[in-house]
């Protein structure tokens, strides 16, 4: 059973800067497609940006420019370093394969207006 762990989450103020860490367990990690999710409170979960196998990225709207995901395969790590916080960026953030259906406990990032 794959695992992810998040960590990296926290209080910043708008505008600063904060870098999540997700950690994955099993031998598929470097081929697979995983991305990072955020639910906001009252809101649906929705898709933050996503990592191909082969390193290609994509991005909601709302981030572009700001986020940038990236991985490090001898790691199982996929990073999320998020600048230019906003307060409409506070949310439990997740990671997982994008083709998996459990979650895991997901890291809290709050942006103080």
């Known amino acids: 059973q794959v695992q992810f762990v998040e960590s990296g989450g926290g209080l910043v103020q708008a505008g600063g800067s904060l870098r999540l860490s997700c950690a994955a367990s099993?031998?598929?990690?470097?081929?697979?497609?995983i991305g990072w999710y955020r639910q906001a409170p009252g809101k649906q979960r929705e898709l933050v940006a996503a990592?191909?196998?082969?390193?290609?990225?994509r991005y909601a709207d709302s981030v572009k420019g700001r986020f940038t995901i990236s991985r490090d395969n001898t790691k199982n790590t996929v990073y999320l370093q998020m600048n230019a916080l906003k307060p409409e960026d506070t949310a439990v953030y997740y990671c997982?394969?994008?083709?998996?259906?459990?979650w895991g406990q997901g890291t809290k990032v709050t942006v103080s207006s």
């Open positions: 990592i191909e196998g082969s390193g290609s990225t």
């Open positions: 099993g031998s598929i990690f470097s081929t697979n497609a």
């Open positions: 997982k394969y994008i083709w998996a259906t459990s």
